[in-house]
T-cell receptor, first 114, second 110 residues
Framework: KAGVTQTPRYLIKTRGQQVTLSCSPI?????VSWYQQTPGQGLQFLFE???????NKGNFPGRFSGRQFSNSRSEMNVSTLELGDSALYLC?????????????FGEGSRLTVL | GQNIDQPTEMTATEGAIVQINCTYQ??????LFWYQQHAGEAPTFLSY????GLEEKGRFSSFLSRSKGYSYLLLKELQMKDSASYLC???????????FGRGTSLIVHP
């Protein structure tokens, strides 16, 4: 079956702009989680959506937001970009909310903020 | 919050055995996970431990001691393709969302 698909794979933005990233989970998976990965901080949890509702949220400012559609596809948005937002943004899906621990990750969207 | 500690980097020889340790401090433990991430690729699931003991899966084994806040990932018969980052992650506090450590970069040399 098809894996988790993230678009775009690479993008460059400037400070102050906003960006929207997309994630299509594995068919049948209802939970989508987003993570930010940087060399210094590792993988940090942003938020999780399940059945179109945000169920869990990490410690990121309100500039980071997301949503999930009825087909389980998810988007995350970062507004007023800062240099420190440069990172790999990973999306992960699971069947029912990661209670088995097995998250299926996409290849990620690498964001560079200039 | 959670503190998850694992070594930054390890090196080992092809064919050898390597043990990657992970210690954590948390409340309301819900499980510990290990993921493998090759450079430029997505993390992939290796193991999930929620009870104490050793879980074996082929060349990879994962151990958990909840009382000690300690886990290790054991890789046997190392192959060059095992060169990757190994991420320890812990779920706790009523959530099953794992919090990840910074990862251990394993370099396997001939």
């Amino acid at each position: 079956k098809a894996g988790v698909t993230q678009t775009p794979r690479y993008l460059i933005k400037t400070r102050g702009q906003q960006v929207t990233l997309s994630c299509s989970p594995i068919s049948g998976h209802r939970s989508v989680s987003w993570y930010q990965q940087t060399p210094g901080q590792g993988l940090q949890f942003l938020f999780e959506y399940f059945s179109e509702t945000q169920r869990n949220k990490g410690n990121f400012p309100g500039r980071f937001s997301g949503r999930q559609f009825s087909n389980s596809r998810s988007e995350m948005n970062v507004s007023t970009l800062e240099l420190g937002d440069s990172a790999l943004y990973l999306c992960a899906s699971s069947l029912s909310g990661v209670n088995t621990g097995e998250l299926f990750f996409g290849e990620g969207s690498r964001l560079t903020v200039l | 919050g959670q503190n998850i500690d694992q070594p930054t980097e390890m090196t080992a020889t092809e064919g050898a055995i390597v043990q990657i340790n992970c210690t954590y401090q948390t409340s309301g433990f819900n499980g510990l996970f290990w993921y493998q991430q090759h450079a430029g690729e997505a993390p992939t699931f290796l193991s999930y431990n929620v009870l104490d003991g050793l879980e074996e899966k082929g060349r990879f084994s994962s151990f958990l001691s909840r009382s000690k806040g300690y886990s290790y990932l054991l890789l046997k018969e190392l192959q060059m393709k095992d060169s990757a980052s190994y991420l320890c992650a812990v779920a706790s506090g009523g959530s099953y969302i794992p919090t990840f450590g910074r990862g251990t970069s394993l370099i396997v040399h001939p």
